[in-house]
């Protein structure tokens, strides 16, 4: 369940971009870019970090009622929470316009940047909290605070770049420069983004009150005589959160190392004045789309990870292997049609979602789908590289992977001036190089063999052949019935087409199709074709 809402929480974060952007414009989007990333990583360092590491702990203590040690591990982590974070805020907003000015060369996000200082001390509290709830066996709640919050995001950022924009016109008009309306777009939104911090931390208070007699009545019950120190606890935070934190933190930091080369480039070509919109661009509709994609197929192995965990820790090794196959077959299942359709129709998507003129996104898009099976094949055993405490093979990864993808960005874009279209590049070198060595690098830990045929081929095909009656639809309906109808119908037709591939070619049996949405349906339909 975790695990879903974690996934969810990121789809609607990529997806509040979209009426932002309709909001505040491409150019208020890519001033609002640097500090949303910024917002973004310390939600991670303090997720992965802090919170997971503190849970474990908790969770430990609770089950054999240590129930004073439980509550040391959370005042520890609050305390380091606080301090961390509170040095972190110091440091963006004193460095706010070095940040700005040199790593990332937008000059503009400045305001946006200062205004990210509460929401990075906000996140940690709120990352602690949802470690001790966790922590005591109250996942649902957490659930519930992330949904909370990701709601509420929707309603304060809208609101507060739309406010703030307006604000900014009148600005704009006294400076007689346009783009200050932008800047102060983008601040707006960030306080939004700080706004649903506060109101997710308020509800985890409220909740917290209301459990504290509860848990007051756990702590005189501890008849544990040893007591933990600050400092043993300390070590442990660290010592089993640093790695994790490290990992997160680290995947995710070139979307900040792109904007900076790409605003390079558009220096170079002149174009200063257009690089925060062909930025806004591209992280408001290229990443969302791409983005999306790629948490479907996450949301479709997200739950066979753990059980993949359970059988190496039980030592059960052929039951993990067979749950690996069975994991690799379900992502290539869910990532060729997902990944073949948004290419066959981003055209209908792009033009259905945003207005304007959206020709090179398109472009982008049908390159860049090719990331979202990359992707989930790094993300699938990434997981399992970490959860196994794989942790040098995954640091390797990574390291490779980014430096990689460093040098691409540096080659396409700051030599080759070749700008988003070089970022694409760079993004699906960085994606391929990190799936490939962490899937070789499990293989041979786990002594995996891999199926091909019926796990990738025959997916793989029946994709293809799919995607073709897509696009042939796509070129049939769009100009006749419209955008979003020719986005449901092509997608309806594709997957009843792609599903019976699948079943003619046997890959997926009676078991596998009951659990798809209407699988009775898809049961019969098989049957009465004499498939099943």
Same mark, same amino acid.
């Given at each position: ?9 990121y ?28 917002i ?8 992965y970090?802090i ?5 474990g ?10 129930y004073?040690?439980?509550?040391k ?11 961390i ?5 110091l ?31 906000l996140?940690?509290l ?7 709830f ?26 507060g ?23 102060y777009?983008?601040?707006?939104a960030i306080?939004?983004m ?28 501890d008849?544990?005589r ?11 935070l ?16 070139f ?13 170079r ?44 820790e ?13 994991a690799?077959?379900?992502?290539c ?10 290419a ?40 399992? @590289? +970490?959860? =196994? ?8 990864? %990574?390291?490779?992977? #980014?430096?990689?993808? &460093? /040098? ?16 694409v ?8 190089i990190?799936a ?7 293989v ?30 796509? @070129? +049939?309906? =769009? ?8 986005? %449901?119908?092509?997608? #309806?037709?594709?997957? &009843? /087409? ?15 199709l ?18 099943l």
């Open positions: 369940m975790a695990a879903y809402a974690g996934i969810i929480e789809i609607l974060s990529l997806l509040v971009r979209i009426p932002l952007l309709s909001i505040i414009g491409d150019t208020g989007l890519g001033l609002f870019a640097p500090a949303f990333e910024l973004i990583l310390a939600t991670l360092l303090f997720s970090g919170s997971r590491t503190m849970t702990l908790i969770r430990y203590r609770v089950k054999r009622e240590q004073k040690n439980a509550n591990v959370f005042q520890t982590a609050f305390r380091l929470a606080i301090f974070s509170l040095i972190l805020a440091l963006t907003a004193v460095l706010s316009g070095v940040f700005s000015e040199i790593a990332v060369l937008e000059e503009m996000s400045k305001k946006a940047v200062f205004a990210a200082a509460p929401a990075i001390v996140t940690a709120v990352s602690v909290f949802r470690g001790y966790n922590g005591i066996g109250f996942g649902g709640l957490v659930v519930q605070s992330q949904y909370i919050e990701k709601i509420a995001m929707f309603v304060t950022v809208t609101f770049g739309g406010l703030m924009y307006d604000y900014g016109l009148k600005a704009a008009a006294l400076l007689q420069n346009p783009i200050v309306a932008y800047a777009g983008a601040l707006g306080l939004g700080t706004a649903a911090e506060l109101i997710a931390l308020i509800y985890l208070l409220i909740v917290f009150a209301i459990y504290a007699g509860t848990w007051r009545k756990q702590l005189k019950q008849m544990v040893r007591r933990e120190s600050s400092g043993e606890i300390l070590g442990m660290f010592g089993n959160g640093f790695s994790a934190a490290f990992v997160a933190v680290f995947a995710n930091v979307m900040l190392i792109d904007q900076r080369f790409f605003n390079y480039c558009m220096n070509r002149e174009l200063s004045q257009n690089r925060a919109g062909l930025w806004g661009a591209y992280y408001g509709k290229f990443a969302v789309l791409i983005g999306v994609g790629t948490a479907i197929c996450c949301l479709a192995v997200s739950s066979l990870i753990g059980k993949i965990v359970i059988a190496y039980k030592e059960e090794y052929q039951t993990m292997r067979d749950r690996i196959g069975n690799v077959k379900k992502l299942v869910v990532s060729f049609p997902v990944a073949i359709n948004l066959v129709l981003s055209e209908a998507f792009l033009n259905g979602l945003y207005q304007g003129d959206n020709a090179t996104m398109i472009s982008m898009v049908m390159r860049g789908t090719v990331i979202i099976f990359f992707y989930g094949f790094a993300y699938l055993f990434g997981q399992i @590289m +970490l959860k =196994l405490r794989m942790t040098k093979e995954l640091v390797l990864s %990574l390291v490779i992977a #980014l430096t990689v993808h &460093i /040098l691409a960005v540096f080659l396409f874009v700051r030599r080759g001036l070749l700008g988003e279209e070089g970022i590049y760079s993004v699906i070198a960085f994606t391929a990190l490939i060595l962490c899937f070789v690098l499990t041979r830990k786990l002594k995996y063999r891999q199926e091909w045929l019926y796990s990738f081929a025959f997916p793989a095909v029946s994709a293809c052949v799919a995607g073709l009656v897509v696009m042939l639809l796509n @070129m +049939l309906l =769009l100009q006749t019935v419209g955008n979003i109808l020719t986005i %449901l119908i092509s997608s #309806l037709v594709g997957m &009843i /087409l792609y599903i019976l591939l699948l079943m003619i070619l046997r890959v997926l049996n009676e078991a596998e009951s659990k798809l949405f209407f699988g009775n349906l898809w049961i019969a339909l098989g049957r009465m074709i004499g498939v």
